[in-house]
């Protein structure tokens, strides 16, 4: 063992800790003896390694928090094997239109980086398939109805028998426990259940969704977190755990200062539209030919809306001297803001108030994002070829390294494109055992990818 670690660069080694595998265990894993040495002969002084290379992921969820979750792992270099039911794969595949060939745009967006196999895990042959596959992983990411795998021989505790070090994420609506744990967990629902509803849409209407799936995205980040921070603890224990993730918890978490203001004053929250609750002007304004957003968030920067609006006598009212007043007496200052607005292209707006300090910006509709030159300076437009949906285009990760640039990212995968491939280079399985597989329908492998 010293004499391999020898001839191991300092960086390497820590990198390898870093994925979760200590030298105690080496001896003891046939897998990690395999992973250990693979990443000896890649790794190099200086190469551009991403901060998760090595690191194995056994990927059983779908829609949208789990795939957000385990996509981002992919993209910081973790192997990312997915499993699908047989035929119909992951739920959104056929959440359209849009279509781009056969898959769904939906599908497309948060699955890149990642292996599809197509395992029945209702057939005792395929959960021993995933319980073997659990073991050569250092993580696994579920999102099953709680209890609802332990009936197959893959909850936690059955899991961490055959693999102690792994690193077991449940995704749910409402916790593993609870009096609402047994309900399915739908974004709009626990949106409506968290109060994220109550506090979203105009002022004077009805509750809103927001326009994208916020708490299972939220939910997909804290997984992630805690992920990343599990794998940490792994290395410094040499032992598993279970993360309890679930999209109540998320959303009621990132009420933040909306619940401290309920918890510490008994202050009830309502809707504001675009605007603030505590601070003005904090808002969207209608300009000639769009829309605006406008922060002032403290006394100077108001005086200078006021002089780039040409309103200078608004900022010598005593009633508007101060954020606590302007709060106070918001309708009518408001009011004569809006006023102004309307008499300008939001164009014209955004060059009066560049370089002023005061934070401003279009509303945007989604073709203004991406000709936005920002947008395309922050790498945020990431294009694959697919293999039959041809070339496509997803927002790309949201987080730059200075240590490693993205490479190529892998297209999401058809179903089971990846099956028999991991079947034999994962499980060394032998073509007879993976064809009685095939034949019984235990495993699906995409016949033309």
Partial sequence: MLTILTRVKCGAFVRLLASGIQPCIFRQHQSIRTNLRRLLSNIQPGEN?????????????RVLAGPFATMILGDLGAEIIKVERPGAGDDTRSWGPPFVGDESAYFLSVNRNKKSVAVNLKDPRGAKIILELAGMCDVLVENYLPGKLDQMGLGYDDVHKAAPRLVYCSISGYGQTGPLSQRPGYDSIASAVSGMMHITGPEDGDPVRPGVAMTDLATGLYAHGAIMAALLQCHRTGRGVHIDCNLLSTQVACLTHIAANYLNAGKEARRWGTAHESIVPYQGFRTKDGYLVVAAGNDKQFVKVCKMLGLNHLSDEPKYKSNTLRVQHRQELLHILSQ???????????????????????????????????????????EMNHPTAGKIAVPGP??????????????????GQHTVQVLRESLSYSDDVINQLLASGTVAQNEVH
């Fill in 398 to 415: 949201a987080v730059r390294f200075s240590t490693f640039e993205s490479r190529e990212p892998m297209p999401p995968p058809m179903i």
């Fill in 49 to 61: 390694v991403r901060p998760l290379e090595g690191v194995k992921v056994l990927d059983l969820t």
């Fill in 340 to 382: 102004r607005f309307l008499e300008e292209v939001t164009g014209e707006w955004l060059r009066r108030f560049e370089g002023t300090g005061v934070p401003c910006g279009p509303i945007n509709n989604i073709q203004q994002v991406f000709s936005e030159p920002q947008v395309a300076n922050n790498g945020l437009i990431l």
